[in-house]
């Protein structure tokens, strides 16, 4: 049984020009990924990791870095990151666009997460990682 109180989520800030297709999948993928996995198995550090992945042209103002906001006070890890190739996501199919999601969203695990003390990355990692190919979403 998952602790409900601990959310793991996938969010999305994109430009008109990205296909809504390649963002209808993110609330699914975020109630699938926080049914099955609980966090809390990790460490008491955080009560909910969320990837917002962004999906903007480069030139569109404001153009945003990655970054990553750790609200401590509500125990809130936010990794803000850029899809990696805008033309290549706004014209994927959906379930390109689905794999292009979870590999940055594993990317964020090892870029952001790998430097919290008292929490439990690479187990993380690993775990969501066999749930994405699971699911056939990525593949090794």
Known sequence: MV???FKLGISAMIDMNVSEKNIDFTYEMSKYISENIDIS???TKFQQICLIFMA???TTPPFRPDKKIYRWKHKIFDMYMNVPDYEKFRSATKSEALKIVAEL???GIKKYLSKQKDFKHELFYKDVKKLFEKEDIITT
């Open 3 to 5: 602790n409900t109180q």
């Open 105 to 107: 969203y594993l990317t």
């Open 41 to 43: 198995i990790y460490g």
């Open 56 to 58: 903007m042209k480069p």
